[in-house]
T-cell receptor, first 108, second 112 residues
Framework: KNEVEQSPQNLTAQEGEFITINCSYS?????LHWLQQHPGGGIVSLFM???GKKKHGRLIATINIQEKHSSLHITASHPRDSAVYIC??????????FGTGTSLTVIP | DVKVTQSSRYLVKRTGEKVFLECVQD?????MFWYRQDPGLGLRLIYF???????EKGDIPEGYSVSREKKERFSLILESASTNQTSMYLC???????????FGEGSWLTVV
C-alpha cells in the first residue's frame, strides 16, 4: 500500500505549456513537500505546505487538507523544468512518506 | 548556506566488504534519515534517528545498520555488501515536525 500516490508517472510537454502534477495521500499529515530532483542530482525542496496555496515564480502549489490532495502547477514550462518531481508528506506519526515521483520532460 | 554532506559520491565495493557511508548536517536538526532510491521504487527508508544514539528501523533495514554518536553525524553501515545493495543512497535531515527537509547529494554505490 502506498501512503502517497502521484500522477502522472511520466509527463512530456512542449515548452510554454501549463503543467499539473497531482498528489493524493492517505495518512494524517502536518506538512506536505514538493521536491525536485534533476538527473544524477540531489533533491531540493520547492515548497512546504500545511494549508492553502504558495507561489514561487512560475511554480504554484496547492493543498486541500479535507480531500487529502495537493497539486503542483508549472506555468509557461521551460526545458530547464525537466526533472523528477516528488510529493512527500510528514506524517503525524513522525516520518516522511514519499510518492514515487513524476518524471517531467519539457521539449523546446 | 545549509548543508547535508555525504562523504562519498561514487563507490565501488566488492561483495562481502564492509561499507561505511557518512552523512553530516550543519543545521542542528534532530531528525536524520537514510534512504535508498531505485528506479521505479522511489525513496525507501532504511533507518532514521530522532536524537543522538537513537535509531529506528525503516521499511528496508535488513543488511544495514546505523550509528549516531553525535547530533550532526549519521552513518550507514553495510555489514557485508551484496550486489542487491547496488543503489543510490540519500541522507536527509529535518527538524522535529518535518517542516523542512534537506537532502545530501547522494552516494552511488556499486557492489561487484
Amino acid at each position: 500500500k502506498n501512503e502517497v500516490e502521484q500522477s502522472p508517472q511520466n509527463l512530456t510537454a512542449q515548452e510554454g505549456e501549463f503543467i499539473t502534477i497531482n498528489c493524493s495521500y492517505s495518512v494524517g499529515i502536518s506538512a506536505l513537500h514538493w521536491l525536485q530532483q534533476h538527473p544524477g542530482g540531489g533533491i531540493v525542496s520547492l515548497f512546504m505546505l500545511s494549508s492553502g496555496k504558495k507561489k514561487h515564480g512560475r511554480l504554484i502549489a496547492t493543498i486541500n487538507i479535507q480531500e487529502k490532495h495537493s497539486s503542483l502547477h508549472i506555468t509557461a514550462s521551460h526545458p530547464r523544468d525537466s526533472a523528477v518531481y516528488i510529493c512527500a508528506v510528514w506524517n503525524t506519526g513522525n516520518q516522511f512518506y514519499f510518492g514515487t515521483g513524476t518524471s517531467l520532460t519539457v521539449i523546446p | 548556506d545549509v548543508k547535508v554532506t555525504q562523504s562519498s559520491r561514487y563507490l565501488v565495493k566488492r561483495t562481502g566488504e564492509k561499507v561505511f557511508l557518512e552523512c553530516v548536517q550543519d543545521m542542528d536538526h534532530e531528525n536524520m534519515f537514510w534512504y535508498r532510491q531505485d528506479p521505479g521504487l522511489g525513496l525507501r527508508l532504511i533507518y532514521f534517528s530522532y536524537d543522538v544514539k537513537m535509531k529506528e528501523k525503516g521499511d528496508i533495514p535488513e543488511g544495514y545498520s546505523v550509528s549516531r554518536e553525535k547530533k550532526e553525524r549519521f552513518s550507514l553501515i553495510l555489514e557485508s555488501a551484496s550486489t542487491n545493495q547496488t543503489s543510490m543512497y540519500l541522507c536527509a535531515s529535518s527538524p522535529p515536525k518535518g517542516y523542512t527537509i534537506y537532502f545530501g547529494e547522494g552516494s552511488w554505490l556499486t557492489v561487484v
